[in-house]
């Protein structure tokens, strides 16, 4: 029998013999940022600096059902709710464990879960977590949505969408979802990690831009993005805050947040709040690098930060994210299975601070390395 150090070394070579082998790595740090989700570039603001720190504590010393529940905690998710126009918010430790802590816990035996085939890998892992059957449907497909909630046979339907999705940088077409969930009887669950920050004029996302978020079950916010921080809330009724601090694990049995993040994730959202200029001017960057792009240059459709260059293999897309390394831009490969075979890409992100020159020249490279 191999032993397990071999087996995992075997693994390990089909990963590199598919061109699919993960590293961590470090890229210099002048290289100009096209790879980070701080679209606003809120992570590198300085929030705590000046402020009296009397001190708190370096951690919050428990699971918030023990000695970990502080009053920074119960006020930061009453600030929240508030910001987010909900009824009540509950904190997570990151966005990742929110999505499963929820799906996870709520839909019950004989429910139905309806995601979107493209759906981040955390709502897919806390799907299989539950006991309730689930299902993905064709991404951002509205009529394949209705057909699966037709042929569906389930106590209550979850339908599980994102606000922006992570790999394609597209948006859900979400008042055609919640009119579809009306008429099924189904409860809609959005993913806001990637509008967090960024929609609606100050920032609390897609549901409040369109003035949904009564009609949307639950809503899961995460601070590691646009709000250049770290941690997540579940933003929905009472109850599912209840039911969550009662059944879900994920957040039960792990040392809640430490004051820091908290005072960070409410710094950057008041930061947010007053400057709304940050998502025009990155709305502007968008529209900038999308324009200068040649046609024979495969983009995937997207007005929001995450552009997708589309390269069809693993291969190229290694290929073409090191070519773009060398020329100084700090670009990443996304290649299966994080991204469906065939769909491997490079995804560049673009940010509020990029300057104009550095996109100007990121296009240049590009157009170069398809002509
Ligand atoms: C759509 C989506 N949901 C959830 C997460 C996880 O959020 P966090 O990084 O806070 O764990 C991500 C992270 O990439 C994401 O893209």
Redo the contacts with the bound molecule.
Sequence with gaps: MMNIESIMQDLLEKRKQSGTYRSLKILDSKAHDFTS?DYLGLAKIDFLSGEDHSFIDNGAGGSRLLSGNKAYHVEAEAFMADYFNAKSCLLFN??????LGLLSSVPQKGDAILMDEL??I??KEGARLSRASHFNFRHNDVSDLEKKLNTVNANNIFIVV?SI??MDGDEALLANIVELAKKYNANVIV?E??STGLLSNDGSGLCCQLGIEKEVFAR?Y????AMGA???VVAGSEILKSYLINYSRQFIYTTSLPYHSIQIIIKAINYRKLNSELWKSLQDKIEKFRNQLNEEINLLESNHPIQGVITGSSENAIRLANFLQEKGFDIRPIVSPTVPLHQERVRICLHAFNTDESIDELCRQLNQYYS
Excluded at 222 to 225: A, I
């Design positions: 989700n990151s966005g990742y464990v929110a999505n759906s981040h955390c709502i994102e999705y992570s993913d990690a990637h899961v995460t601070f590691g993005k770290h941690g997540a």
